[in-house]
């Protein structure tokens, strides 16, 4: 499913449990491999503090090379929380899950959460 990103293996069944397919193009939206994107860079030599499930999204393969080579779409990726500057806290910044609809915030155990920090879907 996806290389080695800093992920354990657990933390990756996490993420790709709750996000069932690319959180930007849905699950049927995009062609190619998917992968486990750090919402917020582990930086040079891989800061290992931000291997979180709440730092993570399931994305493809494409758009993540893409997120990090061309201006205008890092800033719609952050405009929406999939990238977040490193002077951004992940718990602190929302996401926006196109399929819901709806900007939320995640957690460790793997949910989507709405303003009131209640999960919108059990974790798997």
Known sequence: MSKNTGFTRAQKILISARDLGCVIHG???CGGELVHHHRKGRGVGGVKSRNRVANGL??????????ETLPDLAAQARKNGWKLRTDHEIDTLP?????LGLFVSLDDAGNYLDMHHQPLRKAA
């Open 27 to 29: 699950a049927t939206g």
């Open 58 to 67: 399931l994305v493809c393969a494409e758009w993540n090379f893409q997120v």
């Open 95 to 99: 996401v926006y899950i196109p399929k």
